[in-house]
Structure formats: structure tokens, C-alpha cells
């Protein structure tokens, strides 16, 4: 019998590994690796730009707890995947990123997609490495477990051409088992009891952390039991159920603003928690921080000397069992009282927006449509649908709408803000819980889900592509492009003004009026599903919206239903995309 190839070997290490899904995209040597996956029953998918598939390594990382593949080839290739590196270190998400490159022998002499990946990956991976033929399966097994150990992040493998189609000797990978789990020292715990128990207004702030640790069942017996309020971070909704009394994400900043002692979940001090420091926070306010990775503690306004080393499985589970029984207060609590009035107030204002009915819709309008119909046909506490969102306004306005009852069902574009990632998200997450025998584990029922994206219009351009890759694999999923014209809060509300600013344009008339962050008026993104066999449904009107939604969840294509709303709405409410820019004047 002939001696295996390279290729044959990389693929049995990945097989023996555990790996049973790689995205990526392929060309020449690196295709042959692809078929030797295949052959041995990994699904390799196939996207349309190596960037989508970068990210959908990613967040399959992060909702199966095991580092997510992604095959490319050498050069341009790894260029393109560099946004999949970025993504998992920005993200803590375990990513093991595999390419070709050129024949070592040619090295220097400009060979086909000749670049040194290896240094210049170096600086933002955990491990960097060039295999050869001898230490491919010592290679694949280093870099799995180093993404995947201490805290999630991306590694490297370089696969030279020579290696890919060399021929080796039958060796075998490693097994590599799950991490293994650290707890805290005893007498730390100690310190964060009699934190806790004399606090005045105790809160819990749940990260994504929790949700990649998987740690739903002990986090939720911990605020059952103690009735501390809590808070989670965007990706964390549903490690409680949002719908549990104790939620305080309705009541968000007084819930900073007024805790005097906090326990943090697998979250960073980060821009997304304000730093830990004023005006959001409360100047005196005591945090302890629980974090797998010892360099996290201390950092901005986190007191090291009160940050737990470990992973949150374990040392919740000792927090809870130190607390003996004890319960907070609520009844004589004045936090809580405040909390409760800010919650109705909110509260209140969100049911006001959700009702204002007119054409073209509203984002409230827009969503609170999607939601009833959603919820309707699926409803939260069975964690049927899996929601993934990005664009600045679409993103942030529908995080408060949507009620996810479970874990890992709500993926955006995270840390990094990242834009673009979100077809990509969607195919990985149809991958983790759709596939036969699926890696994802999600809620006390683990049943097929449905993949809803919420698109602002700008983020789905950045990928619209890959709509293709999920038409051909069969993924049913269902896009909603919410479509104002624009970056941010969209372009002109009137569509002949715009026409006439675009003729301009196109005549060599100054800029004619487009902005930076103007998009085509109306652009027909339904199109995208409709060329390669999708269903696309143009909608202006709440029946209309609910008529598509309703039709989109039973397809069985992937469906994008362009929802024209109303432009420049977002600033007039206000938003802008976190304050990141100001808000424009008019253009005429
Ligand atoms: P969010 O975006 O929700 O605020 P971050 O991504 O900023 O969350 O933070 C997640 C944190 O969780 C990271 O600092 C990471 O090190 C930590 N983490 C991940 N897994 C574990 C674990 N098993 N135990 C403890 N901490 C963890």
C-alpha cells in the first residue's frame, strides 16, 4: 500500500481530534486536505471569502466550547482570515486557523502565494508553527489545545505545499481532553462572602464568558438562591433566562450606577462595562471579578486583591456552597426599589415606541412585528431560534426587544464590534446545532433551530455572498435586512432627492450630496436569496413584515426579507452608533 500523504495525515489528526465540521475555503494544495476531511466524514464548508469563514470558526468555538477549523490557502488567503485571528483574540474564542503555503524549497524565490504567515502571525495568536511532514500530528494537536486552554484564543498552523503533498509515515494524534478547571483558594472565597453578604445593593454581571464556559446551571442556582439582581453582557442573555425576576437589564445604568458591590461572571472591564469606572459606576463600588485568565484581573478599575483565578463553574459552585443559604434582602432594599421604578419606566417608554404606526416603519415597530410573529411560532422558553445581530442601530435597538429563555442564542458582533460577521455566525451556528449529532449544547431541549439574522444594511453588505454557501448547503436561514439607505442612521428620507444627489454623482457634480455614509436608496437585497434559489420578500408595512416573517420561518431556503424603514431615524432618536461619530447635518 502507498505510504499516506501529507494531506491524508493532516486530515486523520483533525479527525482524530475530534473535529467533525471545517470551514474555509480552498485552492491549490490545501483543496487536497479539504477531500481527505471529506473522505473521512468531516464537513468541510465551503464559503464564497475567507474572512465569512474565519468568523464562522470563531463563533462555532464559542457555542460548542472546542476550538472551531478554518482551512485556507497560503498568502491572500491567510491576509483574508486575519479578521477570523483578530476576532477570536478580540473575543477570547478558540480558533485553530490551517494554510497552505509555498513549497519550503522555493522559499524566497517568489513563489505562488509565497508570505510568511508564520511571522506574521506570531504577534497575534498564542502559537504560530510550521509543520513538517514528521510533526503534523504533534503540530495540529499543540496549536488545538493551546487555542483552546487558559483562555480561548486563535493558533496557527502553517502547511507548507511540500508537506500537503508529501508522503509521511501512519502516526497518531493525540487526544486532547477538556481543560481542566481551576478553583480559588479558600480563603479568597471567604473575603467575597463577607463582600456579598454586607453589601447594600449587590449586583451580578453575567459575561459571555459564562455562556463559552457553559456554566448556565450554576449561575442560575446561584441568583435563585441569593435573589441578587443581575445583569448580563449582550452575548450573555439567556445563561438566565431574560424573563427571571431578577433581570435588571431594563434598568441597566441605575443598576451600575448603584451597586456597592459587584460580582463579575466572565466579563471584561472593557468599553462594553464602561471601564468599571465612573460616572457609570458608583466611585466606591467594590468588584469582584472571576476570570479564567490571571492577566484580566486588576486591570482598569478592578481590585486585583479581590479578583478570583478560575474557572466559573467551579468557583461559583464554591461561592454558592460558602453562602450557606443566604438570601438578599430584596423586601427593605432601596437598590432594588429603584431598580423596580427605572425597569417600569423604561418599560414603559419601549411598549410607547413599539406602538408609533406609520410608513415606512420605525426600528421598535420594525422589530416588536418580527418579535410577535417570532415568538408566536416559536415561542422563547423552548430556545428555538438562535438570533444574530449586527449593524450599530439594528444591533443595539433589537437587543432589548428579542427575549432569549437559553444560552449561546443570541451571537453579535461582539467585543470587537465587529461588522461583517454575521452570515458567517449564521451558517456556524446552523452548523452547531442543526448538523447530525450537533456539538452545541443549548437548554434542557436540545432541538433543531432556526437561524434568524437581524441585518442592518451596511453589515449585510460586507458578506452577502456567503447567502450562496447557505443555499447550497440547504440552510434554512431567515435575514432580515433592515434597510434605511445608510450607514448608522441612514440617508435621506426622500427617495427623489437621493436620486437626483446620485445623478449628480455619477455626472462629475461635486459629491452631489452622498455622504460617507450613504448607501444605495432602496438597493433589492431580497435579490441576494432569489439568484441562487432562496425566497426574497420586499416589505414596507407591518402586515406585510408579519405575512414574510411568517412565510420566512416555515421555508426551507434561506430567505432575506428586505424591510424598508424609515431613514435618518436612528438620529433623531438619538443613536449613534455608541456616540462614535456626530451626528451629520443634513446634506442638500
Ligand atoms: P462580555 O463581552 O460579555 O463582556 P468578555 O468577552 O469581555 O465578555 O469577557 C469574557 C471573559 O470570560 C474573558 O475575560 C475570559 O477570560 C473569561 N472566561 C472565559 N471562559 C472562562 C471560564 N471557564 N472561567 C472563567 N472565566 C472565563
Redesign the pocket.
Known sequence: MAPPTGAALIARALHELGIRVIFGLVGIPVVQIAEEAIALGIRFIAFRNEQAASYAATAYGYLTGKPGVCLVVGGPGVLHAMAGIGNSSG??FPLLLLAGSSETHLVTKGAFQEMDAVSLLTPHTKIAIRSGLDSIPQSLTTAYRTSWYG??GPSFVDLPADIIQGEGEETTAYIVPS?P?AGSDPEKIKLVIQLLKSAKAPLV?????????Q?ESVIRRLINQTKIPFL?????KGVLPDSHTSNTASARSTALKGADVVLI????L?W??HFGEEPKWNSGVKIIQ????AE?LGKNNGDPALGII????V?TSQIINALEGWQYNTSSSEYVKALKESEAKNEAKAAQAAKVDKTPMTYARTFNVIKDTLHKLSPPEDGGIVYVSEGANTMDISRSVFLVEHPRLRLDA??YATMGVGLGYAIAAHCAYNLPSPDAISGPKMSRKKIVCLEGDSAFGFSLAEVETMARYGMDVLIFVVNNGGVYHGDSEDSDEWLEMQQNTIKGKAQGGLRSSSLGWEVGYEKVAEMCGGKGFLVRTPEELAKATKEGFKASVPVVINVIIEAGQAQKLGFHGNNIIAPFPKHK
Open positions: 473575543n477570547a483562555r480561548g481543560p478547571k454581571i453575567v459575561g459571555k464568558g459564562a455562556a463559552y464556559a456554566a448580563p453582557t449582550p452575548m450573555a461572571l466572565g466579563a471584561r472593557n462594553i462595562l472571576v476570570d479564567i485568565s484580566e478560575g474557572d466559573i463553574n468557583v461582539g467585543t
